[in-house]
T-cell receptor, first 114, second 113 residues
């Protein structure tokens, strides 16, 4: 079974702090994704990566950056956390988009920015 | 552009009754369609997908979905609901010409004992 793990289930940070969210997958998937989930808004794509050191902006990249130095690891960075970034963050991975593959999700990190 | 709509915030159904969770989509090309389920305090789990072929797709936990091209719909169904089916259900679409998947806002399914 594919396993996607996220470094923290719950995180509380202060406004202005730099925040790192880590995601690791163990199935050698090329594609990795970061979403945020908010009530009434569903899942919104922040960034995705289709290869090491490759990244593309999703629908809401403002205020976020990402890093993918190794195939199995995809990090989401909040350069200066703000209260409107309080949310549930979900990481996912999948096989290449050339095929039509489902995504495998981690358990999520609930981030609170105070 | 691609989009997906889940018109119901919540669906309530009695245990043992059939259930339907609705989804409609909009794409410019051919659609690839997915259903995911999210149990409380957990990530999303894949249920089923439609790529091409048979309009009735069978998935995990006894769920199925019917693809209807003329109505641009992909409704999730189950013949007999279980209390354990209570969860948040997400429909997702990907246009064949794009890499990104767009998710709906989710429908909360409540199965009443």
């Amino acid at each position: 079974d594919v396993k996607v793990t996220q470094s923290s289930r719950y995180l509380v940070k202060r406004t202005g702090e730099k925040v790192f969210l880590e995601c690791v997958q163990d199935m050698d998937h090329e594609n990795m994704f970061w979403y945020r989930q908010d009530p009434g808004l569903g899942l919104r794509l922040i960034y995705f990566s289709y290869d090491v050191k490759m990244k593309e902006k999703g629908d809401i990249p403002e205020g976020y950056s990402v890093s993918r130095e190794k195939k199995e690891r995809f990090s989401l960075i909040l350069e200066s956390a703000s209260t409107n970034q309080t949310s549930m963050y979900l990481c996912a991975s999948s096989l290449p988009a050339g095929g039509i593959y489902e995504q495998y999700f981690g358990p999520g990190t609930r981030l609170t920015v105070t | 552009a691609q989009s997906v709509a889940q018109p119901e915030d919540q669906v309530n159904v009695a245990e043992g009754n059939p259930l339907t969770v609705k989804c409609t989509y909009s794409v410019s090309g051919n659609p690839y369609l997915f259903w995911y389920v999210q149990y409380p305090n957990r990530g999303l789990q894949f249920l089923l997908k439609y790529i091409t072929g048979d309009n009735l797709v069978k998935g995990s936990y006894g769920f199925e979905a019917e693809f209807n091209k003329s109505q641009t719909s992909f409704h999730l169904k189950k013949p007999s609901a279980l209390v354990s089916d209570s969860a948040l259900y997400f429909c997702a679409v990907r246009d064949a010409g794009y890499q990104k998947v767009t998710f709906g806002i989710g429908t909360k399914l409540q199965v009443i004992p």
